[in-house]
C-alpha cells in the first residue's frame, strides 16, 4: 500500500538526512600514555577566579621509545613540572613546553612500552578567562566561581566544577577525553564556614591555616573518565539517607541543597533508594560506588551532570511543597543515577558513541517508572520521548552513533537521548525480559571501569541471547530515521476476515526499510482476546486473520514498544471502543490521537468528551487538545470547564488554553477566576495570561483580590506572568511592580522579563521616565548578559544625553558582542533624537 499523504512528501524535502560516515573515521585523540591515577591538591583565590594547583599524575607508557607526550592543560600558568619517578640512577629528569593548550613532558631519555612515569606539576589555573584563546573550542569553564567576593547579597558564593564534554582541562593538566581513566585524590583547602563534596569518599578534614580546612575526596573503587572528576564548594543543608540492599549492605546517600530547602529535601530526592534497588534488580549489579551525593547549585550550565558519586543539579530542582505541583525532578534525578552505571561505571568510549551513557539513563527512567508505578507510567513517559524525538526528525534524522559530528555538543539531542532509549525498549521488546536483563547485565559487569562503544552492547546481547543482531543495531543505531507508517485495518464480514495493511512510508533512498517485531491485539465482544506476535521486514506487509465474529478493535503495537511513526486508518467505531475499552494507556492514547483527525465527526467529538475522564493525565490532555476544534459545538465548552478542575495540573493549564477560544465569556471568566486561586504557579500563571488577554478591564483588580502581585512563586512562574500582563495593560500602577522585580532579589528569569518591559512602560508613563532610566543605567553592569542586553536596548528607547556616559563607560568594559552592538545602537538613537522628538526625563 501506498502513502497517499502529500505532508509527509512535503515534509521529507525539509529534512537534512546524514548518512553515516563511510570509512568511519577516528574521531578520538591518539593517546600516548595511559592515565593511572591523580592527586590533586587545590586551593583558591575568590577575588581573582584562580585554582592554585599540585598535579601528581600517574601515568604508562603505550609504546617502546615514547619520547614525549602531552597533556591537556587550557589557560593556565605553569610554575613548574617534575618527574617524581625513581630510578635506579636518581629521578628521571623531564623537560616540558606550554602553549596555552597543551603541556608537552619530555622525559631525559625515551620510556619503554609499560614504563611508568610520575610527575608533579605545580600550577594556577584561570578556567573563567578565555583571553588569548582564539581558536579553542569553548563548551564551558569547568570551574565555576559564583558570586566569588560575596558582593550579591541574594546569591551564595560557591564553586562548582562542569567536566563534559571537555572542560576539566582548564582546572587541571588531564588527558581530557573519555577513553582513558584513572582513580582521582583531590584535596579542596576552602573557609571554614564552607562545607566541599568530591568525587567518593571525604578520608580526611583537618584545619589549614587560620580559618581554613583541607578536606580530601579519593575515588579508587573503579577508574573514572575525566570528564567525570568533580566537587562543590559553598554553604549547604546537607540532609542524610541511606539505600538498604537486599543483603543488608548500605550506602549513604546525601542530598545537598540550600539551607531554605533542608526539610523539602526529602521530598525531592526521598525516592532515590526505591531507584537505586529497582535499577540493581534491573542490571544484576550492584550500585558500584561507595556513596552517592546530590548537589544542588547556582546557575548550573545544565539539568544534572552525573560526575562519579558526585550529580550536580540546577538549582530548578529546590523546590518548596506548592512548588513541587509544577515541577517534580524525579525523571532527571533518576536519569542522573542511572549514569552511575551507565557513564560511569561503563562509559562511552567517544562521544560518537554517547548512547551507552545518555540513551541508556534516558531509558532507565521508564524502567524506574514501570516499577515503581506500573506499565502505563512508562508508556507515557515512552510516548513523550518519541514525539520529542519526532519532532527534531521534522527537520533533522542522524545516526544514533555519529561519527561525523562536527562539535560534540551536537550529539548531545533527541536523536541521542529520546531516540535512543526507544531504541531500547524495542531492543527489549525483540529479546524478551529476562534475556534483556542477562545481556545489560554481561555488558556491565564485562565493561566494568572500561571505555566502551555501542558494539559491546550488540555482542553482549548477541552472547546472552544467541541471535546475530547486527540488522537491528544497523537500522536503529547505525541508520538514520525511522519506520514511518501507514496502517490500515478492515473487517469482511462476509468472510470472517480481518486485514492489516502496513506500509513503510518513510524515504526510500535515505532510511533503511525497518524489520521489527510488533504485536497485534484482537479484541471481541464475546470470543477470548487473541494476541499475536509478528513481523514486519517489507516496504509493503499485509495480515490476515480469521476471526469469530467482528472484533470490538483490533490494536496495532499491542504494548507500545514499537518507535515508530504511526498513522492510524481504523473506523471510526473501533476507535471510540479502543479509546475507552483498552486496558493500556498507549493504546486509548493512540486511539484519542486517531480521532482527533475525524474533525467533522459527532462520534468521534463524543469519544472525545468521554476521554476527558480516562484514567490517565496524558490521555486526558490530548483530549482536552483534540476537542479545541470543537469548541463551538453543544457541551464542549462546558465539559472543558469542568475539567479545568482536573486533579492534573498539566491537564488544567490544557483544558484553560483551550477554553481560552470560547465566545461564551460567562462560562470563561468564571473559570478563569477559580484558576488565579490554583494551588499550582502554573495553573495560576496561564489564568493570568488568558485573563489579561480576554478581560483587559477586570484584570489589573482580579490580580489585587488575590494578592497575587504580594506572591512569590517557583522560578518566578507568576512573576513572570504578572510582569507581562502589567507591559499588555500599560497601565502606570505596574511601574512600581515591574521595577522591584527587576532587582537583584528575584529569580534571572524574572530580572530579565522585568527590565525588558521597563521601557515600554516608561514610555507611555512619563513620571516613571526618571525612575526608569536610572534603573536601567544601573543594570549596564549586571552579572547576566539578558539583563545588560535588555537594559541597553531600554535606554536606546528611552533614554536622553545625560545617559551616554553611562552607555559609553560601559561599552569600554562589556565582553559581549550582542550587547556591545545594542550599546551601540543606544547611543546612535539617543543621540538621533538630540536634534529631533525628545523625550521628557
Do not use: C
Not at 566561581?145 to 558564593?157: G, K, L
Not at 473487517?491 to 517485531?517: C, H, K, M, W
Not at 522560578?715 to 500599560?730: F, K, Y
Request: proline share 4%; glycine share 8%; no cysteine.
Amino acid at each position: 500500500m501506498q502513502s497517499d499523504s502529500l505532508e509527509i512528501e512535503v515534509q521529507r524535502a525539509r529534512v537534512t538526512y546524514i548518512q553515516p560516515a563511510r570509512p568511519t573515521p577516528d574521531v578520538a585523540p591518539t593517546r600516548s600514555v595511559d592515565m593511572f591515577s591523580t592527586v590533586l591538591d587545590l586551593s583558591f583565590d575568590f577575588e581573582a577566579k584562580a585554582v592554585n594547583g599540585s598535579a601528581e599524575v600517574r601515568a604508562i607508557s603505550l609504546s617502546d621509545g615514547l619520547e614525549s607526550f602531552y597533556l591537556h592543560a587550557v589557560g593556565m600558568d605553569i610554575h613548574d613540572v617534575e618527574s617524581l619517578l625513581e630510578t635506579g640512577r636518581g629521578v628521571l629528569p623531564v623537560t616540558y613546553a606550554y602553549d596555552g593548550r597543551r603541556l608537552t613532558i619530555t622525559p631525559s631519555r625515551p620510556l619503554a612500552f609499560d614504563e611508568a612515569l610520575r610527575i608533579q606539576i605545580d600550577y594556577t589555573a584561570h578556567p573563567m578567562e578565555t583571553s588569548g584563546q582564539s581558536g579553542l573550542s569553548f563548551s564551558g569553564y569547568g570551574l565555576y566561581f559564583i558570586d566569588p567576593v560575596e558582593d550579591d547579597p541574594f546569591r551564595h558564593t560557591q564553586i562548582w566544577t562542569q567536566g563534559q564534554t571537555e572542560n576539566n582541562r582548564r582546572w587541571f593538566p588531564t588527558w581530557d577525553y573519555p577513553d582513558d581513566k584513572q582513580t582521582f585524590d583531590i584535596a579542596l583547602t576552602v573557609p571554614e564556614s564552607m562545607m566541599t563534596f568530591g568525587n567518593g569518599t571525604m578520608v580526611e578534614s583537618a584545619p589549614s591555616g587560620p580559618g581554613m580546612r583541607r578536606d580530601r575526596w579519593v575515588l579508587d573503587e573503579y577508574p573514572t573518565s575525566s570528564y567525570l572528576a568533580a566537587f562543590v564548594v559553598g554553604e549547604f543543608a546537607a540532609v542524610e539517607d541511606e539505600y538498604e540492599g537486599a543483603d543488608s549492605t548500605t550506602v549513604p546517600l546525601t542530598y545537598i541543597v540550600e539551607h531554605d530547602y533542608a526539610d523539602d529535601a526529602l521530598r525531592i530526592f526521598g525516592e532515590t533508594p526505591d531507584m537505586i534497588r529497582i535499577y540493581e534488580e534491573e542490571t544484576g549489579v550492584r550500585y558500584p560506588w561507595p556513596n552517592y551525593k546530590q548537589a544542588v547549585v547556582r546557575d548550573f550550565t545544565a539539568g544534572g551532570m552525573e560526575n562519579t558519586t558526585l550529580t550536580i543539579l540546577t538549582e530548578r530542582v529546590q523546590t518548596h511543597e506548592r512548588g513541587y505541583l509544577d515541577y517534580n525532578a524525579r525523571d532527571l534525578i533518576a536519569h542522573e543515577l542511572a549514569h552511575q552505571w551507565f557513564g560511569d561505571l561503563a562509559t562511552a568510549k567517544d562521544w560518537a558513541n554517547l548512547a551507552i551513557n545518555e540513551s541508556f539513563a534516558s531509558y532507565m527512567e521508564e524502567i524506574y517508572l514501570e516499577n515503581a508505578f506500573g506499565r502505563d507510567a512508562a508508556q507515557a513517559h515512552g510516548i513523550e520521548d518519541r514525539h520529542a524525538y519526532f519532532e527534531q526528525a521534522k527537520s533533522l534524522r542522524r545516526p544514533i552513533v555519529w561519527y561525523g559530528f562536527r562539535q560534540e555538543g551536537q550529539m548531545f539531542d533527541r536523536h541521542t537521548y529520546q531516540k535512543g532509549g526507544q531504541v531500547l525498549n524495542q531492543l527489549r521488546f525483540e529479546l524478551g525480559d529476562e534475556t534483556w536483563r542477562r545481556g545489560i547485565h554481561k555488558f556491565l559487569t564485562d565493561n566494568a571501569g572500561e571505555p566502551v562503544e555501542v558494539d559491546d552492547l550488540r555482542l553482549a546481547m548477541e552472547s546472552v541471547s544467541g541471535r546475530g543482531l547486527r540488522r537491528f543495531f544497523s537500522q536503529w543505531f547505525y541508520n538514520p530515521g525511522h519506520p514511518t507508517l501507514d496502517v490500515e485495518q478492515a473487517y469482511f464480514g462476509g468472510s470472517n476476515l480481518y486485514t492489516i495493511q502496513v506500509a513503510q512510508a518513510q524515504s526510500r533512498t535515505q532510511e533503511p526499510i525497518f524489520a521489527f517485531d510488533v504485536n497485534v491485539e484482537l479484541n471481541f465482544p464475546t470470543a477470548p482476546r487473541e494476541l499475536h506476535r509478528l513481523q514486519v521486514a517489507s516496504p509493503d506487509t499485509t495480515f490476515r486473520f480469521t476471526v469469530p465474529e467482528q472484533p470490538t478493535f483490533v490494536r496495532f503495537d499491542e504494548g507500545n514498544w514499537l518507535l515508530g511513526d504511526i498513522s492510524l486508518k481504523i473506523p471510526v467505531a473501533e476507535l471510540t471502543a479502543m479509546a475507552s475499552g483498552d486496558d493500556e494507556m498507549a493504546g486509548r492514547y493512540d486511539a484519542v490521537e486517531a480521532l482527533a483527525d475525524r474533525s467533522d465527526s459527532p462520534i468521534a467529538r463524543e469519544a472525545l468528551v468521554r476521554a476527558l475522564a480516562d484514567d490517565h493525565p496524558l490521555v486526558r490532555r490530548l483530549a482536552v487538545e483534540s476537542l479545541e476544534t470543537y469548541l463551538r459545538s453543544p457541551g464542549v465548552a462546558e465539559a472543558l470547564g469542568r475539567t479545568a478542575r482536573d486533579e492534573d495540573v498539566g491537564v488544567r493549564q490544557a483544558a484553560l488554553n483551550v477554553l481560552g477560544g470560547t465566545e461564551n465569556v460567562g462560562l470563561l471568566e468564571a473559570v478563569l477566576r477559580g484558576a488565579l486561586a490554583d494551588s499550582s504557579y502554573g495553573v495560576v500563571a496561564t489564568s493570568i495570561d488568558l485573563f489579561t488577554q480576554r478581560f483587559p478591564e477586570k484584570a489589573l483588580l482580579a490580580y489585587e483580590e488575590n494578592e497575587l502581585f504580594e506572591l512569590t512563586s517557583w522560578m518566578g512562574t507568576v512573576e513572570m506572568a504578572l510582569i507581562q500582563a502589567l507591559a499588555t495593560l500599560d497601565v502606570e500602577e505596574g511601574g512600581g511592580y515591574v521595577l522591584a522585580r527587576a532587582g537583584a532579589n528575584n529569580p534571572d528569569d524574572v530580572r530579565v522579563s522585568a527590565v525588558a518591559a521597563i521601557a515600554p512602560l516608561a514610555l507611555s508613563h512619563v513620571a516613571l521616565r526618571g525612575l526608569s532610566r536610572e534603573a536601567l543605567r544601573g543594570y549596564l553592569g549586571d552579572r547576566l548578559e539578558a539583563v545588560r542586553l535588555r537594559a541597553a536596548r531600554g535606554l536606546g528607547t528611552l533614554g536622553v544625553d545625560v545617559d551616554i556616559e553611562a552607555l559609553e563607560e560601559q561599552l569600554e568594559h562589556e565582553e559581549s558582542d550582542d550587547v556591545k552592538d545594542a550599546i551601540r545602537t543606544a547611543l546612535r538613537q539617543i543621540r538621533g533624537r538630540a536634534g529631533g522628538t525628545h523625550i521628557g526625563q
